[in-house]
């Protein structure tokens, strides 16, 4: 099983920055996806971020410009650089590990981060 731990979490006022990390138990040089997901309350669960095994990002267009995805894969950990943070920001941030299987699809999660941005 891959397990997940985040930290970096906690509270920023707007205009503020954060920087999320997520430590993986095994090499994510073989995961296909690391991506952060967010969810607020009231709010289905939605992708921020993403960054594929070659490196290539994705991003969600409500944060482009601002978040930046990476990920050390010597260290098997991925980074989520949050700049110029919002209110709208606000939301529990869980990292995610994507494998891809023969046409099954494999998602493990961290615990959950808070985010919260004030105005």
């Known amino acids: 099983q891959v397990q997940l731990v985040e930290s970096g979490g906690g509270l920023v006022q707007a205009g503020g920055s954060l920087r999320l990390s997520c430590a993986v138990s095994?090499?994510?040089?073989?995961?296909?996806?690391m991506g952060w997901y967010r969810q607020a309350p009231g709010n289905e669960r939605e992708l921020v971020a993403a960054i594929t095994s070659g490196g290539w990002p994705n991003y969600t267009d409500s944060v482009k410009g601002r978040f930046t995805i990476s990920r050390d894969n010597a260290e098997n950990t991925v980074y989520l650089q949050m700049n110029s943070l919002q209110p709208e920001d606000t939301a529990v941030y869980y990292c995610?590990?994507?494998?891809?299987?023969?046409?099954?699809?494999?998602?493990?999660w961290g615990q959950g981060t808070q985010v919260t941005v004030s105005s």
């Open positions: 095994r090499s994510i040089f073989s995961i296909n996806t």
């Open positions: 995610n590990a994507r494998l891809m299987r023969g046409g099954l699809r494999f998602d493990y």
